[in-house]
């Protein structure tokens, strides 16, 4: 393989990690305000029929993504009603939700199932294009791509440096200690899952107005990335950077597949298409085994040293969601 | 500024929490609102303090009917609140805590939010990291960077809620100081407790609520007889202490270390008999709940050995434990005590398993209709357990401790319960000793450890003392301890 | 009267679920070029036309009612078994390994079903048991363990379809070479109802009904769903509570994948488990994990799948209108159940 090879197919890593990006910020950002959207995989499927409908019908793909965030909201709204102020649970609706929202893009994309529609233009950046490397890889992308990134620096900026972020973390940690500091629980709580929900919804256009443009119904082969992404929050132990890392090296991983399948004829592509939520429950399982009671207590068993070594290792790679993740809140 | 209560009003259902509450409070002085656990006091301050809105009546502020609606509303009137368990973020870093719910930009003033922190520090000489995270620091240090955080926000009425509970002789006395030197500034201090002594040396005038009633107010010095009066509606005798008879040896630890979270536990030796009541005192986190749970196999040691019943139980299992003769009550009745949506029978049913596995559901009513009179339960086999009340599930709990247990493991096993339940319950419990049962719990009450206990432990900071004969001490002597001091014999571990 | 209004209170709220939704799904239609009326009247006539319409299904209802009931009981110990589907499939694969063994030798044909079914529940309690494992254990969430089971499953199906099962030749999504009649199930004449499959699934209600209402181990099960540590605190030993329902779940799921085999398709097809496990989540949910209204109302989600099917060839939209219609009613029902809790804490407030 040449290194142009090598620079291409990593380029296209970064923009196939765009929509899995998206996904997991706003989900990022809905579960550290406490609430769950566990619908993401069919919002991605429905936003991404939506937007590439009316994106055929008008011929204009600011409103194709508009379209495709709308659709994201609107099921985070009516995630966010039924178990915030209907007080059920967060994962019944939000599974509800992923099998209508999936079915409901299927019937209403009957008819657009094929067509072809517009599609995002690449942008290199000026200057920061021409750097060697680099340039093809991070600059010479589509504005969707460029927006991912974004997104990911401003979830992290938003989240850990700004007061209103800051206030997120408490609502999601403890939403009795920021109700008492003024918090509205169930405002923000909405807010936010309305605002990862928006983001959510970019991730479908991203799709089907760019990197894999157009609308094929159930072979459109975007079933599965919305888990994905939900897998991924958790890896990212509910940190944008982190699961945005855990997203890069997903694509990665699928790359590395698919240029490894020539040279290992023995796995059929059907295994390699898979190959990723095998992975995806290895990595939970990294961060989780260290929370089980039969680990903990065969270290309590084990020598001074390796009992050290072995319960560092797992604390780093532990993670821990926010308390109040999935909890009702009450004032009295 | 001044506070004015009129006709508070407040019902959680069918329970009447406060009831026609009018009180007066004037600035500058610290004034104390007495009360048994359930008496009311905490409705009324989260009333107050905009936590919970009342049904019905007024509240005035320096002459003013002021509306407030949410804590945020209370704040900005000037009326701030310390939970009993302060309310913070644990995982987050102090300045942090300090900063959310003030106001501000979008991005956090650190250079301002650093000089508040710093000089209100040194005004009332605390002295916290405020880069360390919340979960590091003890109780008392959390309530201290609370009432830094509610003096930044500007309060001018600050309530206390049984702010004495789990926090250090120490800290106790740097709390007390603080707060005499709030009311020197001309703020309003509301003491809320329980404990008659805290009253007597920090108010100069207190309010007593009985059953959500004001029963009267009283003004220093006080007559401690008439306050008892006030606070029970009649006296009551806790019953006398009567010797059991000893028998074999039930629980034997030796040379025991244990880890959990940052605590570490070394070398504790201990050798229980039947008829024995050990109490474990000390403040809330310094191990003594550690110990509990690694009597009953819920967490492993680390070293040493642990003998029930003659049956080394060593790194077994909790399951091991109870056929091994251990039952084990924990303090959060709900959480870890009870099934919120299940039924009494079916409670009754699932530790009381008889033979086979079909479920007679005749037999198991029969069962439990016996077990609600025996435990004077007021409720029916039918009753979901979180309907009944606090004292009724403590019941419920206490039946549903198997009769033939060697070892009782119990922690707060009165705690939120009235005096009456509170003797009754061990009324029950030192019957069981009679029977051959030894127990071990855990209060934060030192006046339940002294009056129910024959040896005591006392914890600090993940050391044990040696055993202490509660005839032979009282609750001065306690008190230090838990506070740290006469720990020399020991090896200096703490690790703070 | 008091009577009659609370009476009327407690069906009202299940009539505006089935309005809200039909009101829903009218509205996905007005959205395209087919007239509402035209979608219901297709629909009636595709679940209830004709015998053979109605034996369809029946055919249908089976696995959905047998996956149903094996959830209530993953549902009771208060678990996520999405990794049904998965379980569903490795039944149908287990069942299809056996039938492949024993079509070439002497066995009895009935033994060599009788096997079939019961390696079918086997691979599916195996799967599940795997699932359990993962959340027990290795502390990860079932929905995420089970989902990526799902999905191997799936690779696995479509691996032995092109793989070692393939057929004669080439293989094809048209899955592998059919079974001689021989090692069917025996059916009712003229349709792929097979009085068998219809007795174990009447059969799976009446079990599921008394493990869960009837025995300790129902009551236990019950213990860890509503409070896993409060349980363990009373001597359940949790962690094997999960893993028996994931077990007796999966086996459930795995018999249902083993009656696709035998009973209806008679081979492996790639969507072998027609998404059963994942309507069945749906059943339960619905009726809020009763184990009667359970069986009633997986035969409504039945009716609508094969009433569905009719919806392409007469009116030219696609057949996942039942998925819309389905989806809308627990979203409804979700919501009507919230809305109830609200209203009625309000009376007992305000009666107070």
Redesign the interface.
């Known amino acids: 393989m040449t290194a142009t090879e090598i620079i291409i197919g990593l380029s296209g890593v970064i923009a196939a990690a765009a929509p899995v990006v998206f996904a997991t910020i706003g989900e990022t950002i809905s579960e550290r305000a406490g609430v769950i959207n566990l619908s993401i995989n069919g919002t991605i499927l429905l936003s991404a029929m939506a937007s590439f409908a009316i994106a055929v019908r008008t011929d204009n793909l600011v409103l194709g993504f508009l379209m495709g965030m709308a659709v994201g909201a609107l099921v985070a709204l009516i995630v966010s009603f039924t178990s915030i102020t209907l007080m059920q649970s967060q994962v019944a609706v939000g599974y509800v939700m992923t099998l209508m929202a999936r079915d409901t893009a299927y019937f209403l994309g009957n008819p657009f199932v094929g067509l072809s529609g517009p599609r995002v233009p690449a942008f290199k950046i000026p200057l920061l294009g021409d750097i060697p490397v680099l340039g093809p890889i991070l600059f010479d992308q589509d504005i969707m791509t460029y927006l991912s990134i974004l997104a990911i620096i401003v979830a992290w900026w938003w989240i850990y ?4 972020g ?2 997120i ?2 609502v999601g ?2 939403p ?9 629980v169930k405002r923000v709580r909405y807010i936010y899952a309305l605002v990862g929900g928006t983001l959510v919804g970019l991730a479908g256009p991203t799709y089907s107005l760019s990197i894999k443009a157009g609308w094929k119904g159930t072979i459109s082969g975007l079933d599965g990335f919305g888990w994905i992404a939900l897998a991924l929050t958790i890896f990212g132990g509910w940190d944008p950077l982190r699961g945005a890392a855990g997203a890069y090296l997903f694509a990665l991983l699928q790359w590395l597949g698919l240029v490894l399948q020539p040279v290992l004829p023995g796995i059929p592509s059907q295994v390699m298409r898979v190959a990723p939520f095998p992975l995806m429950i290895l990595t939970l399982l990294l961060v989780g085994i260290g929370n089980t009671e039969w680990v903990n ?1 065969t270290l ?2 084990l020598p001074d040293d390796a009992r050290i070594f072995i319960s560092r290792t797992l604390r780093f790679l532990q993670v ?1 969601p926010p ?1 109040a993740l999935g909890e009702h809140f009450e ?2 | 500024m001044k506070v004015e209560l009129r006709d508070i009003h407040k ?4 329970v009447r929490a406060n009831w026609g509450i009018n009180l007066a409070i004037p600035p500058g002085t610290i004034f104390g609102l007495l009360g048994e656990n359930g008496a009311g006091k905490s409705t009324l301050m989260n009333i107050l303090s905009g ?2 809105r009342q049904d019905e009546g007024r509240i005035r502020l320096d002459d003013e009917f002021v509306s407030i609606g ?3 509303d209370a ?1 900005r009137h000037g009326v701030g ?1 310390l ?1 009993q368990d302060p ?6 870093r102090v300045l ?1 805590n300090f ?4 106001g ?5 003033d650190y250079g301002e939010a650093k000089k508040g922190f710093h000089e209100l520090s040194e005004a009332f000489d605390f002295s916290i990291d405020p880069q360390a995270y919340v979960d590091m620091l003890t109780v008392g240090e959390r309530q201290q960077l609370e009432i830094l955080r509610l003096l930044w926000l500007g309060a001018k009425v600050l309530i206390f809620d049984e702010p004495t509970t789990g926090i250090s002789a120490q800290q106790k006395a740097k709390l007390f100081e603080a707060l005499r030197r709030l009311a020197e500034e001309g703020r309003s201090v509301i003491f809320v407790s329980h404990k008659l002594e805290e009253i007597q040396e920090l108010c100069s005038r207190a309010a007593v609520l009985r059953q959500g009633e004001l029963v009267g107010e009283v003004e220093a010095p006080y007559d401690l007889d008439q306050l008892v009066k006030m606070m029970f509606g009649k006296v009551v005798s806790k019953g006398v202490r009567t010797d059991i008879d000893r028998g074999d040896e039930v629980l034997r630890i030796e040379n025991l270390s244990l ?1 959990q979270g940052r605590l570490e536990i070394t070398d504790v030796n201990l050798a229980v008999r039947k008829g024995e009541v050990i109490g474990l005192a000390g403040m809330e986190g310094s191990g003594q709940s550690a110990l509990l749970k690694l009597c009953a196999g819920l ?4 070293h040493g050995r642990v003998v029930v019943s003659g049956q080394d139980m060593t ?1 077994k ?3 091991e434990f ?1 056929q091994q003769g251990v039952t ?1 009550m ?1 303090a959060s009745r709900l ?8 039924t009494l029978l ?1 409670h009754f ?3 009381r ?1 008889a033979g ?4 007679d559901w005749e037999k198991g009513r029969e069962l439990s209709r016996r077990q609600i009179q025996e435990f004077s339960i007021v409720g029916r086999p039918d009753t979901k357990v979180e309907n009944l009340s606090g004292g009724n599930q403590q019941r419920a709990l206490l039946a ?1 401790l198997r009769p033939d247990r060697e070892l009782i493991l119990l922690e707060h096993p009165t705690r939120g319960l009235d005096i009456e339940s509170a003797i009754w319950v061990w009324k029950q419990l030192k019957e069981r000793c009679r029977q051959g049962s030894a127990i071990f719990f855990i209060s934060s009450d030192l006046e339940e450890i002294l009056d129910y206990s024959d040896r005591i432990l006392v914890f600090f900071g993940g050391q044990v003392s040696d055993p202490i004969k509660a005839r032979e001490t009282d609750v001065e002597k306690l008190g230090h301890l838990i506070g740290g001091q006469g720990f020399a014999g020991k090896r200096e571990q703490v690790r703070r | 009267m008091k009577r009659v209004l609370q009476g009327l209170k407690s069906l009202s709220f299940p009539a505006v679920t089935v309005l809200l939704a039909l009101g829903f799904t009218t509205l996905v239609l007005l959205t395209t070029d087919a007239s509402p009326w035209q979608a219901y009247k297709t629909l009636a006539i595709g679940g209830a036309g004709s015998l053979r319409q109605v034996m369809n299904v029946v055919v249908a209802w089976i696995p959905l009612l047998i996956v149903s009931m094996g959830l209530l009981v993953t549902f009771a110990a208060g678990l996520w078994n999405i990794g049904i589907e998965g379980q569903i499939i490795l039944g149908a694969i287990f069942a299809t390994g056996v039938l492949r063994y024993f079509q070439d030798t002497m066995a009895p044909p009935g033994l060599a079903i009788f096997l079939a079914i019961l390696a079918g529940a086997l691979g599916g309690a195996l799967w599940a048991a795997l699932a359990g494992v993962l959340k027990t254990y290795g502390g990860v969430n079932e929905i995420f363990g089970g989902l990526g089971l799902d999905f191997v499953a799936t690779a696995i199906v479509l691996w032995l379809i092109f793989g070692p099962w393939k057929r004669p030749g080439i293989g094809s999504m048209s899955g592998t070479e059919p079974f001689q009649e021989s090692l069917w199930l025996p059916m009712f004449p003229d349709s792929r109802l097979s009085p068998w499959s219809l007795l174990i699934g009447l059969a799976s209600i009446g079990l599921i009904f008394f493990l869960l209402r ?4 129902g ?2 099960l ?2 860890v769903g ?2 896993a ?9 949790t962690n094997l509570y999960m893993m028996f329902a994931f077990i007796v779940c999966g086996a459930l799921g795995g018999l249902a994948g083993s009656l696709q085999v035998t009973a209806v398709y008679h081979r492996l097809i790639p969507s072998i488990s027609s998404n059963y496990g994942w309507l069945g989540l749906m059943v339960a949910m619905l009726v809020n994990y009763r184990t009667i209204w359970a069986a009633l109302a997986a035969l409504f989600f039945a009716f609508l799948n094969i009433a569905s099917v009719r919806l392409p060839l007469v009116l030219k939209v696609d057949s996942s209108l039942s998925g819309v219609i389905q989806g809308s009613l627990v979203l409804f029902a979700l919501m009507a159940s919230g809305a109830r809790n609200r209203w009625l804490r309000g009376d ?2 305000r009666s ?1």
């Not at chain 2, 019902?11 to 069918?14: E, K």
């Not at chain 2, 870890?336 to 299940?342: A, F, Q």
């Not at chain 3, 009837?214 to 181990?217: D, E, I, K, R, V």
């Not at chain 3, 540590?229 to 030993?237: D, H």
């Open positions: 440096k700004t007061r209103p800051m206030m973390q408490g940690e403890r009795s200690a920021a109700f008492a500091r003024g918090a509205n207590r309590a068993g821990r308390t004032r009295e | 019902s959680f259902g069918p936590y919970y949410s804590p945020a704040i609140m939970h309310l913070d973020f644990p995982p987050m942090d900063i959310i719910g003030h501000g930009g979008i991005l956090p880890e967490i492993p040691p680390v790194g299992r909790y399951r109870l084990y924990p959480e870890e005590g009870l099934i919120p949506g299940m079916e049913l699932l530790t398993e086979g596995a079909v479920i549903l | 009837g025995t300790y181990f009551l236990k019950k213990a509503q409070n540590r409060a349980a363990g605190r009373m001597g359940i030993p007992e407030e107070s």
